[in-house]
């Protein structure tokens, strides 16, 4: 399997950590893509491999042998936690899936903010400070609300942590300023001790190479 | 099941064709949401039931007696296949499962860039063409990367095809300039059928209530 990637992105991230969770290491080919700044507002010219993998033009994608082409980060991480991870990071059914998934799909409105927000601060021009503001609130009702949820975490690493712990890590490496700590806190004690294993340490956010 | 929707929204389109293909209007009752058109660059005042439902601040949202509340379009439309639809929609697994969440991703590529495109067109001050240019770009790459998959498309609607036509059906809503019948021939005559399913009929898309 290739798996298109750059080192900045959390959605890329969240699916790396799946990967090392769930021991896949040797089955994936890592393959770093590079992006200038203005993809922000441009069409920027594709990789012909990358442009093979996927229209949207986003990272992460994954192309499987046989023909298999995902584009989007859950679709990815469903796929390998169903095909190779024997469903231990999502449940395949039930009530505890739709916990997660409702979990999970609080987090995808923080990194869907993150990013949002990242494409509006690369504008040189026409950028708009009420937006900004708009993917910050966002961002921190999206926490607060995962802050009511820590309780019911589950002891082994799933997708719903994962995808946290990436939300969580984004925002300490683009907006720290915001505290999300403070709209968060019983979160962050919980991130405190989930940012140490050594499928977040080794994924570290960094910039993406232009 | 209370389902928060507005008239104009793709990805509310495509929940709504997907309760009336799996006949679950009965157990769903809608809930109209109305937002001023500053929506795209601010926070909005919510309506106390809409904020209870879903952190993000972005429909469709579901809520489920018993505490079960999903946030986004994917989430609400996978619950409602497993649970309540027999998974008629989509495989619970398999490799048919992968082929339409494949076509799904792209779809969300096209729905996600039109969403954007509309916040964009939104802005009276600080508005870019570029960007606007960006997602028109994305949009009609993956409309013609669905148009070498019609072929594929099983006979019974299910999500992938309900996605892509919720997608046609914003194209010719709100931006019928861009004909994306050029870019993908083939699902232009595949939509012209499937567009004529009481599906398709009843929800076509409507301005949004401010």
Same mark, same amino acid.
């Given at each position: 399997?290739?798996?298109f &990637?750059t080192?900045?992105?959390p959605?890329?991230?969240?699916v &790396?950590?799946?990967?090392i969770?769930?021991g ?5 080919t ?5 992006w *200038? #700044?203005n993809?922000?507002?441009?069409t920027?010219?594709?990789d ?6 996927? *229209?949207v033009? @986003?990272?992460?994608a ?8 995902? =584009?989007d ?7 390998? !936690? ?5 469903? @231990?990071l999502?449940? @395949?059914?039930?009530?505890?899936r ?7 799909? $609080?987090a #995808?409105?923080i ?13 040189? &021009? !026409?950028?708009?400070?009420?937006? $900004?503001?708009?993917m910050k609130? +966002? ?5 607060a609300?995962?802050d009511e949820?820590?309780? =019911?975490?589950?002891?082994d690493? %799933?997708?719903?942590?994962?995808? $946290?712990?990436?939300?969580c890590?984004f ?6 300023q915001?505290?999300w +700590?403070?709209?968060?806190?019983r979160? =962050? +004690?919980?991130? %405190? ?10 994924t ?6 232009q």
């Open positions: 399997m290739q798996l &990637v080192p900045a992105s959605w890329v991230r969240r &790396v950590i799946s990967i969770e769930l896949l290491q040797d089955k994936v890592m393959i770093q893509t590079r *200038p #700044h993809w922000a507002t441009q920027i010219a594709f012909p491999d990358f442009a093979r993998a996927t *229209p033009g @986003r990272i992460p994954l192309s499987v042998k046989g023909g298999i082409r995902l =584009a980060s859950m679709t990815i991480c469903e796929y390998l !936690n169903a095909e190779h991870g024997k469903y @231990r999502l449940p @395949r059914e039930g009530a505890k739709w916990a997660l998934l409702s979990r999970i799909s $609080i #995808h409105g990194l869907e903010a993150q990013i949002s927000r990242r494409a509006e601060l690369l504008r040189t &021009v !026409n950028r708009s400070a009420d937006f $900004i503001e708009k609130d +966002r961002g921190l009702r999206c926490f609300a995962l949820e820590v309780e =019911a975490f589950g002891d690493p %799933e997708l719903a942590q994962i995808t $946290i712990a990436a939300a890590g925002a300490d490496f683009r907006y720290a915001d505290d +700590r403070a709209a968060a806190p979160l =962050a +004690r919980w991130y %405190e001790t989930f940012s140490q294993r050594p499928s977040m340490l080794s570290q956010p960094a910039e993406t190479p």
